[in-house]
């Protein structure tokens, strides 16, 4: 306590020695610093996973059998895991259609509910030799084709490269593990289709309940569209083809994520405005009140011979302190919910979610610290100015 | 030289429709060591002519010059400068910060004035002085009313100035205390400060060098308010 | 303001009880033994003793709260730091919770409880300190 007053002194022993008037104010300016990180980090996150998603579809146009348009969208986006099929002629008669540059068939099957503590993962069977989604997803992890009853694995699958996973009673071993999607991958077990047939086949003896699935059938096809060409209409001729099929445009699919996407972020920037007027309106109230109580002590104050500019200073300083630390409450309190829980928020928004790079967020907290800091000085700016302009005798007299 | 002087200082103050004098054409001469002291009863304008000598009330015609210096010619960074190192004020109502050690509020006049050290020893010599150096980090909620005047004296002779003023120093304290604090304030005027001290008891009065009166605005000495009570 | 600590740390305690069952509860599914009986997950089992953990978090608060003197605040605090740190224990190392990422006692359960374990020990950390230094500010004041 015994050190050279300052300002930030004095502004420190008037805040403390009132604290459940302090603690109270403080309390509107840190959930106006809670919301606007929580919430600005919250909507981020969706748009980067997001654009993860849209950069590496790979695929104009998917085709799945009639009235699995949903739960494909949901294999996608959150990886429910699901079994879907068709008939396997659709492929050629997809990648003769003109306007078609590239095709490739998937499987999709759920797994059962296994072993203690794992849920149904989505096995993908996917083809090597003609992929074009899947690839871009690897990166560094295999750089040859995965041969029979060789696996990759997405990030929240658990194991690691080099275990072994039972699925319908056979074994199969971890040659690679994805990294972080935000999307339905995270939880997807990938495989060979000649894997994914050998599979189905053995598990008519081998497993519990069998797959049901013949090497005659798959899942869906990816196509890829010729440079200039029409997603639309080739969905229209591939349904015109194949009436039992259901044909999805990749680019409307993430432009319906991307619109739900937009409608949040106006209503979250309406509702952290909104927050932060009220914030200031009862900042600006109280002060006003509480520079009025201390007339006396002000007036005091430039009797002893502090300027104008002193005065000012002390007002302004101590507002500042008080929503500066309450806004580093407030973000702290903020990353206590969001960063452990992350996949718990993840899980329950059903959308891609991914956190942008650590220098960005430093920038947000940043923001947000500054932001909701500057609520104290510009509420207490009125009553700083006109005490400062109060003749020091006017100010004493108050009391009396 | 003068330390103060007051050259036809008026103070007038608008209630409405009416008009009140708080000071009407004073004029007032300090010399340096002085010790005098201003009666009048309440509503009077000595209060108000006090804080016309420290400079913290501006007359509305008149000079008011401090070693030689007219006030109002200031800016306010130079006024404030005058205030802290030349001028002590202990207020009628204690005044001390409340949200601050005693300790602290006694050094705050070094502070404002951007002095140089932290003060602690002299503040703590200060306190000794009037017998407080025990409660240093108390609060002034936790001290009695004569032992808050006792610190605001303190606090006003921390920069050693040149003039002390006093409104109703011994206002509210029982005789005991009365006396401790009179006490203090002579011997400080005896170690060099000149004290101007207003207050409503003529008794408490005479103990200064020269006492003067003030009523409806208007300052005479002492001699002068007999003879016009005794021709009225 | 230890008052303040008791009943924030009061909270917290009833939090650590109650999160595991209702707010944040931990896997429903039970596994089969060889025997073929059929036994709860080792969530179950961590959420059933942060019920007991908690309960004991709610006592000591109940009692820093009516709590006169200094060496009963301290040693209270004390205790409270170390329920708070069987609190992260218990979930992480003691019992655990499912491996799997994606199992909602995983998501939700452990960094819900090691988030309210961790600050329970910095409350009762911050009211050792507390209670620590009003014992030396004491000693420079003579009798009044």
Redesign the interface.
Same mark, same amino acid.
């Given at each position: 306590?015994?050190?050279?007053?300052?300002t930030l002194y004095?502004a420190s022993?008037?805040l403390?020695?009132?604290?459940a008037r302090t603690a109270a104010l403080g309390f509107t300016a840190a959930v106006v610093a809670a919301v606007l990180f929580g919430g600005t980090l919250l909507v981020q996150s969706m748009q980067r996973g997001l654009d993860s998603m849209a950069g590496r579809l790979g695929a104009d146009v998917l085709v799945v059998p009639r009235g699995y348009e949903p739960t494909m969208k949901e294999v996608l986006l959150s990886g429910e895991p699901s079994t879907f099929y068709m008939a396997r002629q659709v492929l050629p008669d997809v990648a003769s259609l003109p306007g078609v540059a590239q095709t490739s068939p998937q499987l999709f099957i759920a797994s059962l509910n296994a072993a203690?503590?794992? =849920?149904p993962v989505q096995l993908i069977g996917f083809d090597p030799a003609s992929d074009f989604s899947i690839r871009p997803w690897l990166g560094n992890t295999v750089s040859r084709s995965l041969k029979t009853g060789e696996i990759i694995i997405g990030d =929240?699958i =658990?194991a690691e490269v080099g275990d072994e996973l039972q699925f319908f009673g056979q074994t199969f071993h971890v040659v690679g593990k994805l990294e972080r999607t935000g999307m339905g991958l995270d939880?997807a077990v990938l495989m060979s289709l000649d894997s994914a047939y050998e599979m189905a086949r053995l598990s008519e003896s081998k497993a519990v309940r069998p797959v049901g699935i013949g090497s005659d059938q798959l899942s869906s096809i990816l196509v890829k569209v010729d440079p200039g060409g029409d997603p639309q209409a080739l969905s229209a001729n591939i349904v015109r083809l194949h009436p039992e099929t259901d044909v999805i445009v990749s680019s409307q699919m993430i432009q319906g994520v991307a619109d739900r996407l937009r409608g949040l972020l106006p209503l979250l920037y309406g509702l952290a405005s909104l927050l932060w007027i009220m914030s200031i309106c009862v900042l600006a109230a109280v002060f006003s009140m509480i520079v009025n109580e201390r007339q006396?002590?002000l007036g005091? =104050?430039?009797?002893?011979?502090?300027?104008?500019?002193?005065l000012f200073a002390l007002i302004i300083s101590e507002s500042a302190l008080l929503t500066g630390l309450s806004a580093v409450a407030g973000i702290l309190a903020a990353s206590?919910i969001i960063f452990?829980?992350r996949?718990?928020i993840a899980?329950r928004l059903g959308l891609p979610y991914l956190y942008p790079p650590a220098g960005e967020i430093a920038v947000l907290i940043l923001l947000s610290l500054v932001v909701t800091l500057l609520l104290g000085p510009l509420a207490s700016l009125y009553s700083a100015v006109s005490a400062s302009r109060t003749?020091?005798?006017?100010m004493?007299r108050e009391?009396? | 030289m003068t330390l103060v002087e007051l050259k036809q200082v008026r103070k007038v103050y608008r209630q409405g429709a009416n008009t009140v004098a708080a000071a009407n054409g004073v004029d007032l001469v300090i010399q340096p060591g002085e010790f005098v002291s201003i009666v009048g009863r309440s509503g009077s304008g000595k209060t108000?002519l006090l804080?016309l000598i420290?400079g913290?009330?501006?007359p509305t015609s008149g000079q008011v010059f401090l070693q030689g210096i007219d006030l109002w010619t200031l800016n306010?960074?130079q006024l404030?400068?005058?205030?802290?190192?030349k001028v002590g #004020?202990v #207020?009628?109502?204690a005044?001390l910060?409340?949200?601050?050690?005693i300790?602290?509020n006694v050094?705050?006049?070094?502070?404002?004035?951007r002095g140089r050290g932290?003060?602690?020893d002299r503040a703590r010599a200060l306190l000794s002085e009037v017998g407080l150096s025990a409660r240093e980090?108390a609060?002034p909620s936790q001290l009695s009313g004569g032992e808050q005047r006792r610190v605001a004296i303190a606090?006003a002779l921390m920069?050693e100035p040149d003039l002390l003023l006093a409104d109703e120093p011994t206002g509210d304290l029982d005789e005991e205390t009365e006396q401790e604090v009179l006490e203090l304030l002579r011997r400080f005027n005896q170690a060099g400060a000149a004290l101007v001290m207003v207050t409503h008891e003529p008794r408490i009065a005479r103990l200064a060098g020269r006492v003067l009166t003030m009523s409806s605005g208007t300052l005479r000495s002492e001699a002068e308010a007999r003879l016009t009570r005794a021709t009225a | 303001?230890t008052r303040a600590l008791a009943v924030s740390t009061g909270v917290l305690g009833l939090l650590v009880a109650v999160v595991p069952q209702v707010v944040?509860p931990v896997?429903s599914a039970s596994?089969e033994t060889k025997a073929g009986t059929l036994i709860p997950?080792k969530c179950f089992w961590t959420a059933r003793a942060e019920l007991a953990v908690g309960a004991l978090i709610v006592l000591a608060s109940i009692l820093l709260f009516l709590s006169r003197s200094r060496s009963a605040t301290l040693s209270l605090c004390c205790i409270l730091t170390g329920l708070g740190i069987v609190a992260v224990l218990l979930p992480t190392y003691l019992i655990g919770v499912?491996?799997?990422?994606?199992?909602p006692c995983?998501?939700?359960t452990l960094?819900?409880l090691?988030?309210l374990g961790s600050l329970v020990t910095v409350a009762g950390l911050a009211g050792m300190v507390l209670a620590s230094r009003r014992e030396s500010q004491a000693v420079t004041w003579p009798a009044a």
């Open positions: 306590m015994a050190r050279r007053l300052s004095l022993q008037n403390g020695r009132k604290p203690c503590c794992t =849920l =929240l =658990l939880v006396r002590e005091l =104050l430039r009797a002893m011979g502090a300027t104008r500019r002193r206590l452990p829980f996949d718990l899980g003749e020091p005798y006017a004493i009391g009396e | 108000t804080n420290g913290l009330v501006k306010d960074s404030s400068a005058v205030r802290n190192g #004020f #207020f009628q109502f005044c910060l409340p949200n601050l050690a300790l602290d050094r705050l006049p070094l502070f404002l004035g932290d003060g602690i980090w609060y606090r920069n | 303001m944040l896997c596994i997950m499912c491996p799997g990422p994606t199992m995983h998501m939700g960094p819900g090691m988030l």
